[in-house]
């Protein structure tokens, strides 16, 4: 298993550009998450979805945007790109069973230059 | 609102010691799951080891042990027999059961030296 795979793994935009992040899992998951991680701080939570076709706002939404193209995929959009959102980006997922439920698995990030 | 606090920016043990690493969180909900997460030079986001509030016994994984004081609120990471590979930042989170939402803390820089 791949488990949380996201591409790209890097990327410089300019400003007012869009661009579109993926991640996908492989482990049957109902849930994904969007995270965003700044220097200095602990991850914060962009959107998620609790289940294929539902997306909920997390603490940071402005200027994102999400799809849940099915039960693997989980798209984070940024239709006007601006410096104040370059980040490491973090794509997650969890299930409620097994030993290790309500755990979330992170991918390995993607990086976003905004100049 | 929950909060995770990450009181130490920065620690620092020799190889082959012991560090602990300190969390604490407010809530007031009695069920959660409480998280380390290890985050390396990668940036990828690695879990430690998770406890289960409503079990009294301390998770362990192999050389990571949890000290959870329910009543305190602190959930403290404890490293025996540090290796150079635990040089890390290290998160801690909290969650909710039943919830979404994963609250992280601010992270501590774990240094391990020869």
């Known amino acids: 298993n791949a488990g949380v795979t996201q591409t790209p793994k890097f990327q410089v935009l300019k400003t007012g550009q869009s661009m579109t992040l993926q991640c996908a899992q492989d482990?049957?998951?109902?849930?994904m998450y969007w995270y965003r991680q700044d220097p200095g701080m602990g991850l914060r939570l962009i959107y998620y979805s609790a289940s294929e076709g539902t997306t909920d706002k997390g603490e940071v939404p402005n200027g994102y945007n999400v799809s849940r193209l099915n039960k693997r995929e989980f798209s984070l959009r940024l239709e006007s790109a601006a410096p104040s959102q370059t980040s490491v980006y973090f794509c997650a997922s969890d299930g409620v069973r097994g030993r290790f439920g309500e755990t979330q698995y992170f991918g390995p990030g993607t990086r976003l230059l905004v100049l | 609102a929950q909060t995770v606090t990450q009181s130490q920016p920065e620690m620092s043990v020799q190889e082959a010691e012991t560090v602990t690493l300190s969390c604490t969180y407010d809530t007031s909900e009695s069920d959660y799951y409480l998280f380390w997460y290890k985050q390396p030079p990668s940036r990828q986001m690695i879990l430690v080891i998770r406890q289960e509030a409503y079990k009294q016994q301390n998770a362990t994984e192999n050389r990571f042990s949890v000290n959870f004081q329910k009543a305190a609120k602190s959930f403290s990471l404890k490293i025996s027999d540090s290796q150079l590979g635990d040089a890390a930042m290290y998160f801690c989170?909290?969650?909710?059961?039943?919830?979404?939402?994963?609250?992280f803390g601010t992270g501590t820089r774990l240094q391990v030296f020869p």
């Open positions: 482990m049957n998951h109902n849930s």
């Open positions: 989170a909290y969650r909710r059961k039943g919830t979404d939402k994963l609250i």
